[in-house]
């Protein structure tokens, strides 16, 4: 199941990231904002995970931390 540790703390954040990727619709970007403790980082990491995963990768490709994806 996606964004697993995301749905914790924001589940109304992570179903409607889950219902876009089973979409395949991602804006091409997100900003993730809150305060401390708001789980924005968790949030960017699960995200990048899942479109890393569902694209097929295990990793980053880029040593500059650019992923470029299809």
Known sequence: MP???LR????AVSKELERDLSLSSLPSS???YGPRGSSRL???LDLAYEVL???G???LE????IVYLP
């Open 53 to 55: 995963s569902l694209s």
């Open 62 to 65: 880029n040593p500059n931390g």
């Open 30 to 32: 997100l900003l993730f």
């Open 42 to 44: 968790t949030g960017a």
């Open 8 to 11: 914790k703390t924001q589940s």
């Open 57 to 59: 990768r295990e990793g």
């Open 3 to 5: 964004l697993n540790r």
